[in-house]
């Protein structure tokens, strides 16, 4: 679960779709699904400042983030749906991972 979250904030999609990046993060998994999140001091409001810029400021640019959340979270539960020989192979991993840039 850690690692998802660092893949994420450590993306260069972050900074695509939000104009903002936090690559001086660590995820540390605790429990399982638990995860402790390490950020520079003033980096969390950074972020949520310049959401709230896109949410406030660029309607437009909010839709086609959501229109692309909704899209990968259809392509998502279709993996899961397989079960466990989703990720069977590199091609179903790379398959997955080649949604995020379509």
């Not at 959340?69 to 539960?77: I, R």
Request: proline letters at 2%; aromatic letters at 14%.
């Amino acid at each position: 679960m850690a690692s998802l979250w660092q893949a994420w904030y450590g993306s260069d999609l972050l900074e695509e779709y939000f104009g903002f990046a936090l690559p001086n993060v660590l995820f540390l998994e605790q429990d399982t699904n638990v995860v402790r999140f390490y950020r520079e001091r003033d980096a969390q409001q950074k972020f949520l400042k310049a959401i709230e810029c896109i949410v406030r400021d660029e309607p437009e640019r909010l839709l086609a983030i959501y229109e692309k959340a909704h899209e990968l979270k259809k392509a998502a539960e279709q993996y899961i749906a397989r079960g466990a020989n989703a990720f069977e192979d590199l091609e179903n991993q790379l398959g997955f991972l080649r949604l995020w840039r379509t």
